[in-house]
């Protein structure tokens, strides 16, 4: 892999005015075999250079001159590749005074800057972690730990580096490298991901609000420089502080390129890691890349950023202007949040920035514009104008159709048994029901993904299976099949109607059924007088059937 992982413990020197004291360095956590990675040990830092005070910040050189009971911790990690993350990991209970890291370019140190401990992190790990640096074209990066008690916390150092490559230049250069085409959002295929990283399935959850955060570090970043930037969050987040994934659910450079952070599709509300608690599970989380507390955004990184999350609000019919809930507020933060939020609504910190937290009502409103006159396509293969495509959208929005993870619907595939089943299931509401403990067919285990809608469809007398006691799940569904699916569905009420179609005569398995349906206009056929019982019904199709199923006839509660 192009990056290279450096957890240098922060041997930090420990200085208590007037009697410098060394310190043990804390247990290292052996990262994944698959990220390269090396342990630096540190040295005491001199009385000498303490005396020093041009060399501390100026805050913590100021609090040396007034005060005895100081310990200072620090430490330093040569940067061997372009682009890095670096973060402080300190115990769960530590309550350090100040914060600070700082990087030298051509053997010049810059500025020392104040970092904040991370609160995202619920310390469940044993530790804590500060708010990640990023870090680009720099030789080496120093950090130091006040402590205000005397007492050193024992905090590390950790830094994540990636080789900037060939292809990270070219990154945005083809169309297949998009996860999705409107609004464009690259792929982490784009950026390089380390699939191998991922420790555990992608959990699903919901989207009530959006809430935006900024990464901190470099606003001096290159274009060829982001994915590299990207691998290193996906380290850090993963091998770092043991996270699944990346925490972001899509990430914006200041070139107004969007980028999948977290796996699972950017089309699904994946749960993301960004925020505290519940709130993971309910707002998606969009992160600028770079330091707004100290910088201004660029426009066209803001103008991607409301695309993206008026694409997302507007799929999951989220009123921009409306209000959500999370974790239940931390560090004096709320439990209820505007749908749009930025991290300090929750939290106590800064992120993201003054500079764009000052725009937030300016956001929600560019954001309401674009959902009032912009109709984002639901799925990559769903153009706006496709025939279905409202039905199409309507089957996601009611989510009876989720899709799959690649952002496709495939409306031109037809409906297997299985789907068909999950389709009917949720039309009906996804009604309670513990299905049984052996299953009603021979080929659908109870460990089927779909074993519970399948059971229910037996249970409620829609689906009855074949004479030899199979459901057959993969197979496909037939026309004059779904037919009777939607008849049983609403009861199988009487009718009068007739099916004037060429190829269904009376004695043609399920007329009434389909009779049933075109007398109820759920079905018209085709152009030519044909039904074409025996075909199988396609994706697209079966939206709009279960559409006017839904619209005429309210949604089905069937009584088995």
């Known amino acids: 892999m192009p990056f290279r992982t450096h957890i240098p413990v922060l041997a930090l020197a420990l200085t208590l005015v007037g009697a410098p004291t060394a310190l043990a360095a804390p247990p290292v956590t052996t990262p994944a075999p698959e990220v390269g990675s090396t342990e630096v040990a540190l ?40 682009v890095a993350v670096a973060a402080l990991i300190l115990p769960a209970d530590a309550d350090p005074a100040s914060l600070w890291v700082r990087s030298t370019a051509d053997g010049q140190p810059e500025a020392w800057e104040q970092i904040q401990i991370d609160p995202t992190d619920d310390g469940q790990s044993g530790t804590v972690s500060s708010e990640p640096v990023i870090i680009s074209s720099k030789d080496e990066v120093e950090a130091i730990v006040v402590s205000a008690d005397g007492e050193p916390v024992g905090a590390e150092l950790q830094v994540y580096s990636s080789v900037v490559t060939a292809a990270d230049a070219t990154a945005s250069a083809t169309a297949s490298s998009y996860a999705w085409d409107n609004p464009r959002i690259l792929s982490r295929a784009a950026w390089g991901a380390d699939e191998s990283l991922v420790r555990y399935g992608y959990s699903r959850g919901e989207v009530t609000g959006a809430m935006i955060h900024h990464t901190a570090g470099t606003n001096s970043y290159t274009s060829a420089q982001v994915p590299a930037i990207l691998r290193s969050i996906q380290a ?20 107004g390129r969007a980028w999948e952070g977290r796996g699972g599709g950017v089309n699904q509300p994946i ?18 890349m770079g330091n707004y507390e100290t910088a201004t955004p660029s426009s066209a ?15 999951h019919n989220v009123n921009p202007y409306g209000s959500t809930w999370g ?7 709320s439990t209820f949040l505007p749908a749009i ?3 300090r609504d929750e939290n106590a910190t800064s992120c993201p920035g003054r500079y764009v937290y000052s725009r937030m009502g300016t956001i929600r409103s560019r954001v309401q514009t674009l959902m009032n006159t912009t109709r984002y396509p639901r799925f990559r293969d769903v153009p706006i104008g496709l025939q279905f495509e409202p039905e199409i959208r309507w089957m996601a929005t009611t989510g009876i159709s989720t899709g799959w993870s690649d952002g ?28 049984p403990a052996t299953s009603p067919f021979s080929d659908v285990p109870t460990s089927h993904t779909y074993y519970k809608e399948i059971a229910w469809l037996a249970a409620t007398r829609v689906a009855e299976g074949y004479p030899d006691g199979t459901f057959r799940p993969y197979a496909t569904t037939n026309r004059d099949a779904m037919a009777a699916y939607l008849y049983r569905m609403y009861n199988r009420p009487s009718t009068t109607g007739t099916a004037t179609y060429k190829d269904v005569a009376r004695s043609t398995q399920f007329y009434r059924e389909i009779a049933w349906l075109t007398q109820r206009g759920i079905a018209t056929g085709y152009p030519d007088g044909s039904f074409r019982p025996t075909e199988p019904v396609r994706r697209d199709a079966m939206a709009a059937f279960m559409n006017r199923s839904v619209s005429k006839l309210g949604t089905p509660r069937p009584q088995g």
């Open 43 to 82: 040295a005491e830092l001199p009385s000498a250079e303490l005396s020093e005070l041009s060399d501390l910040p100026e805050e913590v050189a100021s609090e040396l001159e007034t005060t005895s009971d100081l310990a200072v911790e620090t430490a330093s990690q040569p940067l061997t590749d372009e």
């Open 236 to 255: 850090f987040h993963v091998n770092g502080r043991g996270w699944n994934d990346t925490a972001y659910n899509v990430l914006v450079d200041k070139f």
């Open 271 to 288: 749960a993301g890691g960004h925020a505290w608690g519940v709130t993971n599970r309910r707002v998606f989380g969009i992160s600028l």
């Open 301 to 315: 990184m803001i103008e991607t950023m409301n695309q993206v999350i008026a694409w997302k609000l507007q799929m």
């Open 327 to 333: 974790s239940g507020g931390q560090d004096g933060g």
């Open 341 to 343: 939020s930025g991290h």
């Open 408 to 435: 496709t619907y495939r409306p031109w595939e037809p409906v297997t048994r299985e789907a068909m089943a999950a389709f009917l299931y949720r039309m009906a509401g996804s009604p309670a029901y513990t299905p």
